[in-house]
């Protein structure tokens, strides 16, 4: 079935740049999602990428999209302290509906 | 953006009992809603789609007499945990699609701990 994959845990210093990645499975994802989740809280949408793109630009946020390696990557430029939460990398399946299948999630941490 | 709403957003049950959960589209209809659940440290799991006015479809390995759910309206889908026991203790989701918005939108989540 389809599965998405993430590195657990991911640590930077405050200003550095962080990348996430995340390898995907299914070739005919439509869309790719990077969710923030803080501590004891629900999901919070980040950012999104259609199939049919290679790169999207969002304040500090840039996603790249590597459609033939299948490889989604999520970069936080001039990290903060306050980004210190768990990334998770989603995407969805074909067939519509939005079911959407979730990585195991990148703890992201900020030293000062 | 959209609004979904859980609630409560944290129970603590005895063993045995029954907890419903309430999920709300505040400012839109959603035809399918979903839940998830997930473990500490862990990723989301799917449990099952609802969509409204029909019987949910439910992912492989969840008990659909365990965990009822009733999708009763374009705006309200509940979750019942029946006989609920330690081991169901986590953190359930909801989300709510929007053909709208093109996107789906996350309930804040509600903490269950059955003792």
């Known amino acids: 079935g389809e599965d998405v994959e993430q590195s657990l845990f991911l640590s930077v210093r405050e200003g550095d740049s962080s990348v996430i990645n995340c390898t995907y499975t299914?070739?005919?994802?439509?869309?790719l999602y990077w969710y923030k989740q803080e501590p004891g809280a629900g999901l919070q949408l980040l950012t999104y990428?259609?199939?049919?793109?290679d790169m999207k630009q969002d304040q500090r946020l840039t996603v790249l999209l590597n459609k033939k390696d299948k490889h989604l990557s999520l970069r936080i430029a001039d990290t903060q302290t306050g980004d210190s939460a768990i990334y998770f990398c989603?995407?969805?399946?074909?067939?519509?509906?939005?079911?959407?299948?979730f990585g195991a999630g990148t703890r992201l941490f900020v030293k000062a | 953006g959209a609004v979904v709403s859980q609630h409560p957003s944290w129970v603590i049950c005895k063993s045995g009992t029954s907890v419903k959960i309430e999920c709300r589209s505040l400012?839109?209809?959603?035809?399918?809603m979903f839940w998830y659940r997930q473990f500490p440290k862990q990723s989301l799991m799917l449990m099952a789609t609802?969509?409204?006015?029909?019987?949910?479809?439910?992912e492989q390995g969840v008990e659909k007499d365990k965990f009822l759910i009733n999708h009763a309206s374009l705006t309200l889908s509940t979750l019942t945990v029946t006989s609920a026991h330690p081991e169901d203790s986590s953190f359930y989701i909801c989300?709510?699609?929007?053909?709208?918005?093109?996107?789906?939108?996350f309930g804040p989540g509600t903490r269950l701990t059955v003792l």
């Open positions: 989300s709510a699609d929007s053909p709208a918005y093109n996107e789906q939108f």
């Open positions: 299914d070739s005919s994802s439509t869309y």
């Open positions: 990428i259609f199939s049919n793109m």
């Open positions: 989603a995407e969805t399946e074909s067939g519509g509906g939005f079911k959407t299948i």
């Open positions: 400012d839109f209809q959603a035809t399918t």
């Open positions: 609802s969509n409204e006015g029909s019987k949910a479809t439910y």
